[in-house]
């Protein structure tokens, strides 16, 4: 629960939809969802975090930190940490594929602007 | 070793398929396809095995917990995976459709080269093992990797033909409104899971508030949003048109017949099973809203297309605002015939589909103006055609009638005013089919066409199967009304018995009390009505030039990716608003 860490989540969020809605090339669209898929994970690592919370490794009790706190869950949520790793490996897939895409439709259009590709409409 | 155990298995079956379609692709140039064929078969073997258990009586649960994690004192930490019937009646659908579909595909597109086969193979497999997944899960984030799992594979499937252009156009436009879709969905569940400690349907359903807070609303904001654009409904439908018309028949067919229900299905669970009417806000009202709006504009865009393969992805766009309707009334017969229509939805669209995709492969016409004739040249396939066509409009004897009729029946009492508009949206449905057939197979054409090549068998088998599927269907409703739509509709409209059996590994389904009357002459008649008045309106579009409504609605889909993911984050804002204000 850090609000400058959801801030800035949303903050990115919304900068990446501005590229998504305004720009016309097809790249800066690509990395316009990047930074959209950037902000999620800000916004996961960020409510994984408790006060006072350690990093969830438990392998040995950090120093300051009685087995109690452990037990009452005093470290940061690692489930959602998972989702973001879980989130990451997917999105990396996603954006192979999407530049893969962007490539090829320069090599057809001879352009990457998106008011080119517009074959489709109606 | 009980059945529950196998309840991986039919997933498990292709992606393995789909693994090794690639490698085979280097032996022989057939086996690809032959795998995914075989590994499907496999699938539908392992479900059919429980559909004896699932739905004995009136129906049972069948869980299953992934790597033997079951839940603790209510709590549930691994991922469980529940055969419900409305869940396991859906991967079964998958399978049987994916199998029909795969077999079409390897009698259409048989010929193109080996890395081709091998990929298409893989990626198909890939698809439909995500869809019976996640039909099948139970979790929240699970269901969301096995979104993103079909994402990335109907990706694949758009861009797939690249000798049109427009595949790669329809893919990048696929791509953005998906991905969106995906942060929506992803954000969504983990603010559940964050702020209620629960990625389980059950366990979720027993934790959320019993008033909505804002949180809550938020996430099912998001949620609604994200499985909105995978089901196409407007205004989330950006890609659904465009990314029908570049690829295959089959897999036309396989996209609009099984997943965008899949988004279907999802929002259904989540805002019928995971919340409940105190938690749920303005939800329902929401859904019925840009489900019937959907419905309309969908059926009209469908009217004023050229492009026959765009034309049946707008009526996609229609038929799934109809379901919508039908889920969000939370009304018995509404909601049995939502699941009927889901199932018949399936098998007309990919009948219609399969008809389409092979009219394009064996004269190369893909707009009705260049089509006609085709009674003549291509009987089987207008045959085929013609019964998907009637099964849509709701002719009595065909499936579309008895779904269609259930769902009116059921919005009738509820709400006379979306009642209405649904008929009107029927009205629209029937007319744009009629134009489409007309134009497409029963007009004279004087000119030979270049080629027509003839029906290959493959297609024979698939046609004649799921014609036969759709006047089964119409025909016989009651027994599939009774063992299959209902105790799927039951599962949804008794959320805590889901609750309960999810986390307890086993329970019941309550029965409904519904059952289609063919005898009732008033939905006869107003089929008859709606199906005299579409072909009136299908012969005077015929004759006059095309309204300024519809062109102005035609000009809104400028056919710009930035437009579109302003519509879908516009719908996104707006959902949100409805719900938390």
Same mark, same amino acid.
Request: hydrophobic content about 55%; glycine content about 8%; aromatic content about 8%.
């Given at each position: 629960?850090i609000?400058?860490?959801y801030?800035t ?6 900068l990446? +939809?501005? &590229? ?6 097809l790249?800066?669209i690509i990395m316009g ?11 996961? %690592?960020?409510m994984a975090?408790?006060?006072g ?6 392998? &040995?009790?950090?120093? *300051?930190?009685?087995e109690?706190d452990l +037990?009452? *869950?005093? %470290? &940061?949520?690692? %489930?959602l940490q998972n989702?973001c790793?879980?989130a ?5 897939a ?8 962007a490539v090829? +439709? ?6 990457v ?6 074959g489709l409409?109606? | ?8 298995l039919?997933v ?5 398929g789909s693994l090794l379609s690639?490698l085979?692709?280097?032996i022989h140039? @057939?086996?690809?396809l ?7 078969l496999g ?14 009586g009136?129906g049972?649960?069948?869980v299953h917990y ?5 839940p603790?004192?209510?709590k ?10 409305? !869940?396991?009646g ?11 579909l ?5 009698s259409e597109?048989g010929d193109?080269g080996?890395?081709?086969l ?7 497999q ?6 019976m997944?996640g039909g ?5 984030v699970n269901?969301?990797?096995?979104f993103e799992?079909a ?5 694949g499937?758009t ?5 049109r252009? =427009? ?6 436009k696929?791509?953005?409104?998906t991905s ?8 969504g569940?983990?603010?559940l899971?964050s702020?209620h400690? $629960?990625?389980?349907?059950?366990q ?6 019993r008033?909505?807070t804002?949180a ?6 998001l949620?609604i949003?994200?499985?909105?654009t995978?089901?196409?409904?407007m ?6 048109p ?5 690829v ?5 067919a396989l996209?609009?017949g099984?997943?965008?229900n899949?988004g ?9 099973l995971?919340?409940?009417?105190a938690?749920?806000g303005?939800a ?6 840009? /489900?019937?709006?959907?419905?309309l504009l969908?059926a ?6 050229d ?8 009526d996609?766009?229609?038929?799934? /605002?109809?379901l919508?309707? /039908?889920f969000?009334s939370?009304?018995?017969h ?14 007309f669209?990919?009948?219609l589909?399969l008809?389409? /995709?092979a009219?394009?492969? $064996?004269?190369?016409?893909?707009k ?8 003549r ?5 207008t045959?085929?055609f013609?019964?998907?066509a009637?099964s =849509?409009?709701g ?5 579309g009638?008895?779904?269609?009729g ?9 709400e006379?005013v979306i009642y209405a ?5 029927q009205?629209i ?12 197979f029963y007009r004279? @054409?004087?000119?030979?066409y270049e080629?027509v090549?003839?029906?290959k068998l493959g297609? @024979?088998?698939a046609?004649g199967?799921? =014609?036969l ?8 409703p009651?027994?599939?009304?009774a063992?299959v ?5 039951s599962v ?7 609750? @309960?059996?999810v986390l307890?590994d086993s329970?019941?389904?309550a ?5 289609f009357d063919? !005898? ?5 008649l ?7 008045l579409g ?6 579009y015929?004759r ?13 889909h400028?056919g710009?990716?930035?437009d ?10 707006l959902?949100?608003i409805?719900?938390?204000?």
């Open positions: 629960m609000l400058a860490n801030l989540a949303a903050t990115l969020f919304c990446g +939809a501005f &590229a998504v809605l305004t720009r016309r090339d790249i800066k969802l990047s930074v959209m898929e950037a902000s999620t994970y800000v916004l996961l %690592v960020s975090y408790r006060r919370a350690t990093a969830p490794v438990l392998a &040995a009790r950090p120093t *300051g930190v009685t109690k +037990a009452h *869950g005093n %470290v &940061a949520d690692p %489930v989702f790793l879980t990451i490996v997917i999105g990396v996603v954006t192979a594929v999407f530049l893969t895409v090829r +439709a320069a090599q057809h259009y001879r352009s602007d998106s008011n080119d590709v517009r409409r109606g | 070793m009980t059945l529950s155990a196998l309840l991986p039919p498990v079956l292709p992606l393995f690639p085979a692709a280097r140039r @057939r086996l690809p032959a795998i995914a064929a075989l590994a499907l699938s539908a073997g392992f479900l059919t095995a429980m559909t004896r258990t699932v739905y004995a009136h049972h649960f069948l992934l790597s033997a994690e079951r603790v004192r209510g549930a930490l691994g991922i469980a995976f529940a055969a419900d019937p409305l !869940g396991l859906y991967a079964l659908l998958v399978a049987v459709l994916g199998l029909l795969i077999i079409s595909l390897l597109f193109i080996k890395r081709e091998g990929g298409l193979a893989s990626l198909t890939l698809l439909l093992a995500a869809l997944a099948l899960t139970a979790d929240s269901i969301f990797v096995w799992v994402a990335l594979a109907s990706y499937l861009g797939f033909f690249l000798e252009p =427009i595949a790669l156009e329809a893919a990048f696929n791509l953005v409104l969106m879709a995906g942060f929506a969905v992803f954000i569940a983990a603010m899971y702020s400690g $629960a990625l389980n349907f059950g979720l359903h027993d934790a959320l508030p008033s909505g804002q809550t609303l938020v996430a099912l904001a949620l949003a994200g499985f909105a995978k089901a196409g409904v205004p989330f439908h950006g890609w659904l465009d990314a029908h018309s570049p295959p028949g089959p897999i036309s996209f609009s099984l997943m965008v899949f279907i299905l999802a929002i259904a669970r989540i805002v019928l995971v919340y409940q009417p938690n749920r303005h329902l009202g929401l859904l019925t809203g840009i /489900g019937i709006v959907s419905a969908g009209v865009l469908a009217l004023a297309q492009d026959l393969k765009r034309l049946l992805a707008w996609t766009v229609s038929q799934m /605002g109809l919508t309707v /039908g969000a939370d009304e018995q509404a909601v049995v015939g939502a699941v009927y229509h889901l199932l018949n939805h399936a098998l669209k990919a009948l589909f008809c389409a /995709g009219v394009v492969h $064996a004269t190369g016409a893909t009705l103006s260049e089509m006609g004739g085709l009674l040249r291509r009987p089987i396939t045959v085929a013609t019964v998907g009637l =849509i409009s002719v009595p004897g065909f499936n009638y008895v779904s269609v259930l769902i009116h029946e059921g919005l009738l009492d509820r006379p508009l649904a008929l009107l949206a009205v449905t029937v007319a744009a089919l009629a134009r489409a057939t007309w134009l497409g004279r @054409r004087e000119q030979p080629r090549d003839r029906t297609m @024979r088998v046609f199967t799921l =014609i599927g759709c006047i089964a269907f119409g025909v016989l009651n027994p599939v009304v063992d739509a209902d105790p799927a509709a949804l409209l008794h959320p805590p018995a889901y609750a @309960r059996a307890s329970g019941t389904v029965k409904l009390p519904v059952m063919y !005898g009732k002459l008033s939905d006869l107003v089929a008859l009505a709606e199906i005299a072909v009136i309106l299908a012969v005077v015929l006059v030039r095309e309204p300024r409504p519809v062109t102005w609605l035609r000009r809104l400028t710009s990716v930035n579109y993911a302003g519509y879908a984050l516009t719908g996104l804002a959902v949100g409805v719900l938390i204000g």
